[in-house]
């Protein structure tokens, strides 16, 4: 499994690997808009990456080089404070590569580009809604620390969830 970073040629592949991931998460309820997420794509691979390196696409391939999975995340800086952090902004494996080790990869070159651009902290917020108490203990096994928690409140009725992939 080799980690490496997205190309704007990866993109028509990311879009229906975020397809598939985004139905079996909590997000599902939620239209997902294959113009937006082009555009929105290739604007963090050309601008965030290559010409800002604020942002890192970040995708895992398995072993015949079939993208499984992808980490989409930034330096920042808190409100208060000019020190840089790093935040996850989307993360995801797909269904049936879950609990592969393509995860951990993922998570700890992200740790690693982190630290490469010189974060003193890197945030990662869980609202998938995919096995919680699993997500937990794997981010904790990864050495972080609970720091609160994510809470959503619908504004329209929620659609039903379909059905698992997996």
């Not at 809604?129 to 990864?142: A, C, H, S, Y």
């Amino acid at each position: 499994m080799d980690v490496r970073f997205a190309h704007p040629t990866d993109i028509p592949e990311c879009i229906e690997l975020g397809f598939l991931i985004h139905k079996s998460t909590g997000f599902a309820r939620f239209t997902y808009d294959r113009t937006i997420v082009e555009r929105n794509l290739r604007n963090l691979i050309l601008v965030g990456q290559r010409k800002r390196r604020s942002h890192c696409f970040l995708l895992v391939e398995d072993d015949q080089g079939r993208l499984i999975g992808g980490l989409i995340g930034c330096i920042e800086s808190h409100f208060f404070s000019s020190e840089p952090v790093a935040t996850m902004i989307a993360y995801g494996v797909r269904p049936g590569h879950r609990m592969t080790g393509a995860a951990v990869r993922l998570m700890k070159a992200f740790i690693e580009w982190a630290k490469r651009r010189g974060a003193v902290e890197v945030n990662v917020g869980v609202n998938s809604g995919i096995d919680l108490e699993r997500t937990d203990r794997f981010i904790k096994k990864l050495g972080f620390s609970k720091m609160g928690a994510n809470y959503a409140l619908s504004l329209r009725p929620i659609q039903e969830k379909p059905p698992a992939l997996f």
